[in-house]
C-alpha cells in the first residue's frame, strides 16, 4: 500500500508505505550503496537515485476516498538516495572540502529540478548519521524527500518568519544572525559568508545550526563562494562533534529552505541547517519522551553557553581540512 491520510485533528499528513517492510536482507557486511553490490553497478564518484522503497513516488497510484472524514490521497512525490562518496569508511568529516563542494551542487541540482514540478510544494534535505538515530547504513549517504503537501513544522516555520517580517519589517534569521555577532556566545565556526552558532533556544544539548549570512531563500541561490564556505562549514562542524567525546558523532542534519509551487511569497524564509543530536554525553542518550514527542515543548538539559564553549574549545586540524 502507498498512500497518505490526512489527520484533522492536526492538520497532518501521514504517508502510509507497506512497501519499506520488504526491504531485502544483505549479507553480513554487504553495503547496497558500495559500487557493485546491489544499487550501483560501478564506480562512482557521488550519485543520487530513487529509493526502492520509497515514502513517496511520481507515479503513485491514484486512490480512491470515499469519506469525508477519513480523508486519503495518493502519495505523489520524490524519494532519493544521495550518496556522497563511493569510499565506504568515510563521512562528511573526512570528505576533502572539494568532495563536500560538489555535494553540495547535487543537492543544489536536485532541488531545482525537483521544485520545478508543479505537485512538489516542499523539498527536504536530510542525513541520519549513526545508529543512535537509526541509520542503517554507515557509508556516507544522506537523502532527499519532495513533498505534494507542507510538513507541519515547516508549515510553522513560515508562519513564524513571516509573522515576524510583517510586525519588523526584517527577516527574523538575519536578526538572529546580527544579535548573535553582538553577543558572541555561542558562535562555534564562522567564514566571511556562513555562521555556525548553538541558538539561544537550542532544543538538544549539541545542537547546532548553520546560517548564511546573506538573505537567500534556497540552496541553489548561494553562489560559488558561499558554497565552498558552506562546505568548510559543514566539515569542521563534523569534526568538532567527533572530537567532543572522542567518538564518531551521531547527528541528524537538516536543510530548511522555502516551499515550492505554493502561490504565495516566500520573500521572508531565510536558507538554513539544523544539526541535532541524542547525545547529551559521553556514553549518555537524551531520550525525547512524552512531553517532548506529544507536545513540542522540550526540555535542554545543559546551557546552550556550555554547549558552545565546549564546542568552540574542540580544535581541527587545517592541514587536514
Known amino acids: ?29 554487504s553495503c547496497p550503496i558500495c559500487p557493485g553490490v546491489l544499487e550501483l553497478p560501478g564506480e562512482y564518484d557521488l550519485v543520487s537515485f530513487e529509493n526502492r522503497f520509497p515514502a513517496l513516488k511520481k507515479d503513485a497510484p491514484d486512490v480512491e476516498n470515499n469519506s469525508d472524514v477519513l480523508i486519503r490521497d495518493k502519495s505523489q512525490g520524490v524519494c532519493e538516495v544521495i550518496v556522497y ?30 521544485s520545478s514540478y508543479e505537485f512538489i510544494k516542499y523539498v527536504f534535505i536530510f542525513e541520519n548519521k549513526g545508529k543512535e538515530v537509526g541509520a542503517t547504513l554507515p557509508h556516507p549517504h544522506g537523502q532527499l524527500y519532495a513533498f505534494p503537501f507542507l510538513p507541519p513544522r515547516i508549515q510553522l516555520k513560515m508562519e513564524s518568519l513571516e509573522k515576524w517580517y510583517s510586525e519588523k519589517n526584517s527577516c527574523a534569521i538575519c536578526d538572529i544572525v546580527k544579535e548573535e555577532k553582538e553577543q558572541n556566545e555561542r558562535i562555534v565556526y564562522e567564514t566571511e559568508n556562513i555562521i555556525a552558532l548553538v541558538p539561544f533556544y537550542a532544543r538538544y544539548p549539541y545542537e547546532i545550526h548553520v546560517y548564511p549570512k546573506r538573505h537567500v531563500e534556497t540552496i541553489y541561490e548561494l553562489s560559488n563562494k558561499e558554497k565552498k ?53 559521553p556514553n549518555l542518550i537524551k531520550w525525547v519522551a512524552s ?31
Not at 489527520?7 to 499528513?13: H, V
Open 1 to 29: 500500500m502507498l498512500e497518505r491520510r490526512f489527520n484533522p485533528i492536526t492538520g497532518e499528513w501521514v504517508m502510509i508505505s507497506s512497501s519499506r517492510q520488504k526491504r531485502p536482507n544483505l549479507p553480513k557486511d
Open 85 to 114: 562518496t563511493e569510499k565506504h569508511n568515510s563521512e562528511l568529516s573526512h570528505m576533502p572540502i572539494h568532495q563536500i563542494e560538489k555535494l553540495i551542487n547535487m543537492w543544489a541540482d536536485r532541488t531545482k529540478e525537483l
Open 229 to 281: 564556505e558552506f562546505a568548510e562549514v559543514l566539515k569542521v562542524i563534523t569534526n568538532k562533534y567527533n572530537g567532543l567525546f572522542n567518538m564518531p558523532f551521531p547527528y541528524m542534519m537538516m536543510f530548511f529552505q522555502k516551499p515550492f509551487n505554493i502561490n504565495k511569497s516566500t520573500h521572508f524564509f531565510h536558507f538554513h541547517v539544523e544539526f541535532i543530536s541524542p547525545m547529551r554525553g
Open 291 to 321: 512531553v517532548e514527542s506529544g507536545t513540542w515543548a522540550f526540555i535542554n538539559p545543559i546551557e546552550p553557553e556550555q554547549a558552545a564553549k565546549q564546542l568552540i574549545d574542540i580544535e581541527v586540524n587545517f592541514d587536514e581540512i
